[in-house]
């Protein structure tokens, strides 16, 4: 899900980077800096001065081409909703949305790798789900022996932060570590081993468990709490208008996604491209979701089968980013057609749910009349939008199902070894140059129930993804950080093709005589 999304406050953009930029058909240069990746937290941040958020408006980025590099410009780097309502000093225009993705440029010593897992608590005495006030007390007594900030949405703690990581809580409860964005595979794994031991910690004495899986396995959705969280309210209340099986994605689905960089507009569609048709071969490899209330559900990822029927204006394929004309521009018209959720404003979560950000960015929302969107309210948009590679200043991999820890550092190797070295991306590039919108479709649509042994061309997935692994070995031999042991488990999966559903199933037909129950056993962090 990661339905939170990195930001930052006032960020100077500097003329230090040239990231190129289509608009219009012109090619012209945007100047960035890094922005800082921080998690974007709904709540308990400090506004921009109004004077800064005036200037920012006013000094807005310019991709037309003109005076690109005269002196300094600046943009605001959506900050978190904050106490106060803020107003646009004047209008954004469609150039200030295009620039605001543009300003994700970053060169490639500044390239970083954020990882986000999410995970299922249960009482481990009972095997059902926490209560929220036991999620509370968790994350309070995280944050005093850890030393993490608390996060609070009116009287509640929502989650908590330490530096550039965050905690937050997903719709039903699930645990999310947002990460901090990290050089190394060592470090992203070194980073989930503590956070990983610190939930543990805390959650033992409090007769609470951690399971790694991609599907609840267990519980009925009745039973799953809500958090206390506006925009989660507002959500509830709109999926079933849009899908049989939003509420199931929402409160019983955990995943595990890498956000990675890229260089310029031509190295974001060149990335996205390669995500996009390798995303249910990581699906496949990853799938770790096969039953539902106790029994097998008839897929190997049912999390992934989920997101067919949620909200299909803001999920799937995306089959425009192998268009010649995709872009920037491009991706800002399809985030400009997805229905709205909602506007932060004086602390609450205005229901704007299947309403259209055109008519926001021209005064006429029909629930907030007359007012106009910051890049604050541009950048909680993006965060609502859930295809399987998304686009922010950044783009993020979300095909993959939860799972134990191992595999949660086994997804970010394998994309930075596809993604981050250019030899690797290139072969990806030319392996997928052939591949038709359909056939893309097809493993999307059956990767969920076949896995690896979906058919493919002349032969089965399980072969094309062992070619995919052995690129993703080599780039991150080729990075040189030695991390190649991280794909050990992703590597045993295609040599077999069986999947670590299927291993699943085959415990529940065996020795677990056909009961979910021992799955919190096996897969408990």
């Known amino acids: 899900m990661a339905m939170m999304s990195q930001s930052g406050s006032l960020h100077w953009i500097s003329n230090e980077i ?53 002196g300094h410009r600046f943009i605001v780097a959506a900050s978190p909703p904050t106490d106060d309502a803020v107003v646009a000093a004047e209008p954004l225009t469609k150039e200030d949305l295009v620039g605001y993705l543009a300003s994700g440029c970053k060169t490639k010593e500044k ?44 009287d509640y703690v929502i989650g908590l932060k330490q530096g550039k990581q965050s905690i937050s809580l997903e719709p039903g409860g699930q645990f999310e570590l947002s990460g901090a964005p990290v050089e190394t595979l060592h470090q992203t794994c070194a980073e989930v081993n503590s956070h990983l031991y610190q939930v543990k910690a805390v959650a033992e004495e409090l007769g609470i468990g951690f399971l790694g899986i991609g599907f609840q396995p267990k519980w009925r959705r009745e039973v799953i709490p809500v958090m ?166 950044y783009l993020e991999m979300r095909g993959a199902d939860g799972g134990p820890w191992r595999r949660l550092c086994a997804l970010p190797a394998f994309w930075v070894g596809l993604l981050y070295d250019e030899v690797s991306l290139q072969n990806v590039l030319d392996m997928i140059a052939d591949w038709t919108p359909e056939e893309r479709q097809m493993l999307r649509n059956k990767v969920p129930k076949s896995g690896l042994k979906t058919p493919f061309r002349d032969g089965l997935l399980k072969h094309v993804a062992q070619d995919v692994v052995k690129l993703a070995k080599d780039g991150l031999e080729r990075r040189g950080f030695k991390e190649t042991n991280f794909l050990n488990e992703v590597s045993e999966v295609v040599k077999t093709g069986i999947t670590p559903a299927e291993k699943l199933l085959e415990l529940y037909n065996g020795k677990w005589g056909q009961s979910v129950d021992p799955v919190f056993e096996e897969l408990l962090y």
């Not at 789900?129 to 509370?136: L, W």
């Not at 067919?308 to 491009?330: C, I, K, Y």
Request: glycine share 6%.
């Open 228 to 393: 206390p969280k506006g925009r989660y309210e507002i959500m509830k209340n709109y999926m079933p208008k849009v899908g049989s099986l939003g509420l199931d994605m929402m409160f019983r689905t955990c995943t595990v996604q890498v956000n990675l960089d890229f260089s310029s507009e031509a190295d974001m569609i060149r990335k996205f491209r390669a995500g996009l048709a390798l995303q249910p071969i990581a699906t496949a490899i990853f799938a770790n979701s096969p039953f539902t209330e106790g029994k097998p559900n008839g897929y190997l990822s049912m999390r992934s089968q989920i997101w067919t029927d949620t909200d299909n204006d803001r999920a799937g394929m995306l089959p425009f980013v192998f268009d010649d004309s995709f872009g920037f521009e491009r991706y800002v018209d399809y985030a400009l057609d997805v229905p709205m959720y909602f506007v932060y404003r004086k602390k609450k979560y205005i229901n704007c749910a299947g309403m259209s950000f055109r008519d926001f960015m021209a005064g006429k929302l029909p629930c907030l009349p007359g007012d106009y969107p910051t890049l604050n309210d541009w950048e909680n948009h993006l965060t609502t939008i859930f295809p399987e590679v998304r686009l922010k200043r």
């Open 111 to 154: 390239w970083r790798i954020g990882t986000e897992h999410e995970k299922f608590g249960f009482e481990t005495g009972t095997l059902q789900p926490m209560k929220y006030e036991q999620i509370a007390e968790m994350l309070n007594a995280i944050s005093e022996r850890f030393d993490w900030d608390k996060l609070m949405e009116g």
């Open 18 to 70: 040239q990231c190129r930029v289509r608009h219009n058909g012109v090619k012209s240069s945007v100047s960035t800096m890094e922005a800082p990746k921080t998690k974007e937290i709904f709540s308990g941040l400090r506004p921009p001065s109004w004077n800064s958020l005036k200037a920012a408006q006013k000094l807005r980025l310019d991709v037309s081409g003109a005076e690109l590099c005269r």
